[in-house]
């Protein structure tokens, strides 16, 4: 299945590292500079949606068979794949001469954050994230068995918040499913 994943708001693919002296927490690239979701954070988003599923629906699909079960690699006919989700090659081609920094700055911007106390900003508490900005789409792919695709296409678009810092109103997605 084709998953189209557009930005409603500007969110943060988190990398898990810094840019000392500029950026606290920075997000994932490509080799070209273009900002992207690992596959393996999206399935665990897509876990997520179908626990929620399985809570309130009552049903009992096999989720461990699914998706896996925390480090143990289960292999079944059921698993569910699912690639990394990047922008478009259309639109990496209206980008052709540009460089790595300015495609940076198209894509994506740096937000600061600071924590206030009693109505004052508190010392040393300015962090800086860069944030991809909302309206960018990105597509990947979800490759499961054909017995599973009617429940994963009602599971997927569950999935409404996704990245960093969806507690501070940021990450609003929408997903639509459709075939390769």
């Given at each position: 299945?084709r ?41 665990g ?25 925390g ?25 052709d001469?540009f ?9 994506t ?6 924590r ?48 960093c ?6 990450g609003?997605?929408?997903i639509?499913?459709s075939?390769?």
């Amino acid at each position: 299945m084709r998953i189209r994943l557009e930005l409603l708001e500007d969110t943060v693919f988190g990398s898990g590292q810094s840019v000392p002296g500029a950026e606290d927490s920075t997000i994932l690239y490509d080799d070209g500079g273009y900002p992207y979701l690992r596959g393996t954070t999206f399935k665990g988003l897509l876990r997520e949606a179908a626990e929620n599923y399985i809570c309130w629906t009552g049903s009992d699909f096999g989720l461990d068979e699914l998706f896996g079960k925390g480090g143990v690699d289960i292999e079944t006919e059921r698993k569910v794949y699912v690639s990394d989700f990047v922008i478009p090659q259309e639109v990496k081609k209206s980008f052709d001469g540009f460089s790595k920094t300015e495609i940076h700055e198209a894509t994506t911007y740096i937000r600061n954050f600071t924590r206030i106390n009693d109505g004052v900003a508190e010392d040393g508490s300015l962090r800086s994230v860069r944030c991809i900005k909302k309206g960018l789409v990105f597509y990947g792919n979800v490759t499961c068995s054909e017995n599973d695709k009617e429940l994963l296409k009602e599971i997927i678009p569950m999935i409404k918040w996704l990245g960093c810092m969806r507690n501070r109103g940021m990450g609003k997605v929408n997903i639509t499913v459709s075939e390769v």
